[in-house]
């Protein structure tokens, strides 16, 4: 028996409508110019619920299981990668909110980041805090009714168009993973964020354009205690780590739908591209390749299937969202890779869509915890159930 149901099959229609009509014709001309994500976009995915599928709908949401935001995922990030990831802030930082936050939190802020109104960025690693994510250095201190909060952080992205930063700081010196708190800072979008206390400088980087990149820096900012998320200090780290197992299986999705497309991309050319009298398709070499990404894209999609499943049932998915995530993204990396090389010289021009393919997979063994973190944490599990 499949995963999908008929309302994910229909779900996955819809979406792949969407993302041919709105997002295939303008994502290319876009990435070349490093353009930002058009805002009409984002309202049109708002309209149609994307950045609220996981969201109760007394909250505002459509209130959809993972196996959902996966196809939807997966759809978006074909068209492209950075708008199969814009959806990932709202609806992952909607997910720890709605398990981890208070009443009256959810009810201020759920609402408008279910239908796009209020658009979310995460701010976690620093400097000194990647893979290491207790290792956090930003502190907040409780001063007066408020936090004041002091330091910086990196790799922010979709930062300038938040109104919302999910913040990761440490409340307490005295624990390392329990001294981490989880403090949700408004702010109003713009690349000015809230000088002298809020700055940003944008991050440039290889691929992945569409939504840019930044390095905050916090210098004395006041925070209300209304926004600790949960109302209780030392509690972030474990929100932090309850919400990587939704987010590991929904990039897993983001790496299926771009290897996806480059497997599209790769095959059209290869039945249009002639020599030596004939289709390359024709020759074993190009055939092979071929049969091995159809290959590879059915296995990721299947394990993150099996990893969205045992989420939605209520049980520990860290493992399979983790094996999800390190296979996907290692497979979308490779697959990009060979699109680009069945397309030869032209596929390393700007003029093809293979192009921007290879030059976003390279964030993905990366991103949302590194190959290397994905593999010890699947080790370390397996090791323990001998």
Sequence with gaps: MGFLKPEHEDLKRLTRHFTNKEVVPIADALDREEAEIPTPLLEKMAEMGFFGLLVPKDYGGLGLDTLSLCVVTEELARGWLSVGSVIARNVLCGHILYKAGTEDQRRRFLPGMATGMRQTASAGTEPEAGSDASNIKTTARRRDGHYVVNGSKMFCT?????????????????????????????????????????????????????????????????????N??????????????????????????????LAQAAYEAALAYSQQRVQFGKPIATFQA?????????????????????????????????????????????????????????????????????????????????????????????????????
């Design 228 to 257: 600790l998320v949960g109302g209780v200090e030392g509690r972030g780290f474990k929100q932090l780590m309850h919400g990587y197992e939704v987010a590991r299986i929904q990039f897993a999705f983001r790496c299926i739908g």
């Design 158 to 226: 979709f930062a300038n168009q938040a109104h919302v930063l999910f913040t990761y700081v440490r409340t307490s010196a005295e624990k390392k993973a329990g001294g981490i708190s989880l403090f949700l800072i408004e702010k109003e979008p713009g690349e000015q964020f809230a000088p002298p206390h809020l700055t940003g400088t944008r991050i440039r980087t290889v691929g992945y354009h569409g939504m840019n990149t930044y390095a905050l820096f916090f210098d004395g900012l006041e925070v209300p205690e209304g």
């Design 286 to 386: 190009v055939r092979f390749k071929l049969a091995d990404m159809a290959t590879e894209i059915e296995a990721a999609r299947q394990l993150g299937y099996l990893a969205a499943e045992k989420f939605d049932r209520g049980e520990r998915a860290d493992v399979e969202a983790g094996m999800a995530k390190l296979f996907a993204s290692e497979m979308a990396h490779r697959q990009c890779w060979n699109a680009v090389q069945i397309h030869g010289g032209y596929g390393y021009t700007r003029e093809y869509s293979v192009n921007r393919y290879w030059r976003d997979s390279g964030l993905l063994p990366i991103g949302e915890g590194t190959s290397e973190i994905q593999r010890e944490i699947i080790a370390r599990r397996i090791l323990q159930e001998r």
